[in-house]
């Protein structure tokens, strides 16, 4: 290994407190997912995102930790958004013929309360699908099923490079 990897992975765990501890241990162990190809994102493996589709709808869940969170313990809004984002991404993508993919070109969101609890979930479905955009909407619902966020997003359909 790295010398200087391994002294700053021992620096870090002899310092570290319980909370950062668990912050550690999802962040190593949603690493090892992209790794093993479970997640095809390091940021699908890093926030243990757990996705389905199924009629048209795409369906994005996320346990809750301290990674998620910002200075006042509860989700940051910046990880609702990419939670938003990706649950979009993938709903575009999965509608899409071999050689083209989508790209976020707008991304609104309101925040409707805060996110805390055991776990996030978003729901995004189709709006509009037309051969060069698509537009996208999504809730976003805590683990007591109260909304904390509404969104629409649009994307370009692109020709992927090398087809």
Known sequence: MNKHLNELFKACIENATEEELEVLTSVLSGFQKKQKQINSSY????????????????????????LLHNSLGIVHGGMTATVID???????NS?????????????NIHYLSI??????????HIDH???????????VYRSDKKKIAQATGSFFIIKKKNQ
């Open 129 to 139: 699908k037309g051969t060069k955009t698509m537009v996208i909407s999504a809730d």
């Open 86 to 92: 990706s649950a979009m991404g993938t709903l575009a």
């Open 95 to 107: 509608l899409l013929p071999d050689g083209f993919s989508a790209v976020t070109t707008q991304l």
């Open 43 to 66: 940021i699908g493996g890093l926030l243990h995102m757990e996705r389905t589709i199924h009629d048209e709808i795409c369906e994005l869940t996320v346990p809750l930790s301290p």
């Open 115 to 124: 996110g805390n609890g055991e776990f996030l979930q978003c729901k995004a």
